[in-house]
């Protein structure tokens, strides 16, 4: 329940910032005088605005979005000689990395995961979860740190919000003049948006979105790779390797990850087909191969 709450007041806000957000801009909707054609200067500002507010604001509240979604613990003061050690390590990779420490966590996880979050490489949480703690070598947990570290420090979190705002935007225009041309040409509507323009503009934007999520997720494989060689830099290429086949050592226990979360964690599930191009990662194989050629 709290989950559902949480999800229609964060839609609720975003419909609200971007209603206002219009207003300020002199938005006089998306249809020109005459009705029937529309106004792609408009809607252009129309779907940029609802795009980038979904995607900024999900970024500006993400630290808080995966406390409550993970039951991430923050360790604010140390109660355990591994929670110092985690706290420290964290510290000793971030200023490794030329950023301020992040906020450092556990969530109460079976599966071996991590993931970082935060609106700015300076704002940042990094969570690991009790089942990696409990099973890997604290070579191997500092590797995946350095993983994260390496995230953040690249403002993966940033770039990705922006790229989805992009992806939102271009979706919801593209679907819209897809709606208006079934509504006008084969329907032969010329009275302002009937039911034909709604129907086709949501089928559209199903099937531009599912399209457009290989693209974004394309972005977010490539990533990883990037966050890999940062981690190989901050902890060792070796202590990466051993990190990487750990986890596919682990492969057979599902990671259980929030959507909001998937791209920005260490571990993803191997799918193949369509599934595999809207994979957040890339399989472990490849990446530990490239780990091995970077030498």
Request: aromatic share 8%.
């Given at each position: 329940m709290m989950r559902i709450l949480l999800f229609m007041a964060t839609n609720l806000a975003v419909v609200l910032i971007a209603s206002i957000t219009l207003s300020l801009l002199g938005f006089n909707g998306i249809m020109?005088?005459?009705?029937?054609?529309?106004?792609?200067?408009?809607?252009?500002?129309?779907?940029?605005?609802?795009?980038?507010?979904?995607?900024?604001?999900?970024?500006?509240?993400?630290?808080?979005?995966?406390?409550?979604?993970?039951?991430?613990?923050?360790i604010n003061q140390p109660r355990?000689?591994?929670?110092?050690w985690l706290l420290q390590t964290v510290e000793e990779l971030a200023h490794n990395a030329g950023i301020r420490p992040p906020e450092v966590g556990i969530f109460p996880a079976y599966e071996a995961n991590a993931f970082a979050t935060g609106?700015?490489?300076?704002?940042?949480?990094?969570?690991?979860?009790?089942?990696?703690?409990?099973?890997?070598?604290?070579?191997?947990?500092?590797?995946?740190?350095?993983?994260?570290?390496?995230?953040?420090?690249?403002?993966?979190?940033?770039?990705?919000?922006?790229?989805?705002?992009?992806?939102?935007?271009?979706?919801?225009?593209?679907?819209?003049?897809?709606?208006?041309f079934v509504d006008k040409v084969i329907f032969k509507n010329e009275e302002g948006q009937g039911i034909a323009y709604y129907i086709a503009t949501i089928v559209?934007?199903?099937?531009?979105?599912i399209l457009a999520s290989t693209i974004v997720m394309w972005f977010s494989r490539r990533r990883e790779f990037r966050a890999d060689d940062a981690g190989a830099r901050l902890a060792s290429t070796s202590a990466?390797?051993?990190?990487?086949?750990?986890?596919?050592?682990?492969?057979?226990?599902?990671?259980?990850?929030p959507d909001s979360l998937a791209a920005f964690g260490i571990n993803g599930g191997l799918k193949h087909g369509l599934a595999g191009l809207l994979m957040s990662h890339p399989p472990l194989e490849a990446r530990i191969e490239a780990l091995r050629q970077r030498g």
């Open positions: 020109k005088a005459n009705g029937i054609h529309l106004d792609l200067g408009n809607l252009l500002v129309f779907c940029a605005v609802f795009g980038f507010a979904g995607s900024l604001f999900s970024l500006f509240i993400s630290k808080w979005m995966a406390k409550m979604s993970t039951g991430t613990e923050i355990t000689h591994h929670e110092q609106w700015n490489r300076n704002e940042a949480l990094v969570a690991v979860s009790q089942g990696l703690l409990e099973r890997f070598s604290r070579d191997e947990v500092k590797a995946v740190l350095a993983h994260e570290i390496g995230h953040v420090a690249n403002g993966d979190m940033v770039t990705m919000a922006l790229l989805q705002g992009v992806v939102n935007t271009f979706v919801m225009f593209f679907a819209r003049i897809f709606g208006n559209a934007e199903l099937i531009l979105g990466m390797i051993g990190a990487l086949q750990r986890l596919r050592s682990e492969q057979g226990v599902a990671v259980q990850m």
